[in-house]
């Protein structure tokens, strides 16, 4: 579980060291992706930062698609090497990727 502790939040390279190794984690950049909440429209997203090797959201690339809505139970695949599910939590737990 990799709990976001604020936003927005970046994720890259360095964030996912020790789920993938090697030269797997080489086809993850540096800044890879950003998770966000829209306050205006009450809800989380999730924005490509100009990746190489892409974000995708339950199969769909989103790059160059600025933010895109993000909701509890998505998939983000990360390059395509990395599986990860996004989760919020009630109450006042904050969201996570598994």
Known sequence: MIPIDRLPRVYGREDFRGLVTGETLNV?????????????????YIMD??????????????????????????????AGVL?????????SSPPSLF
């Open 28 to 44: 993850i950049s540096r800044r890879h992706f950003e998770i966000g909440y829209d306050y205006t429209q009450g809800s989380f």
């Open 49 to 78: 930062l100009g990746s190489k090797n892409g974000t995708y959201l339950n199969g769909e690339d989103i790059r160059g698609k600025g933010r895109v809505s993000l909701k509890n139970g998505d998939t983000i695949s990360v």
């Open 83 to 91: 599986n990860l599910r996004f989760a919020t939590g009630p109450g």
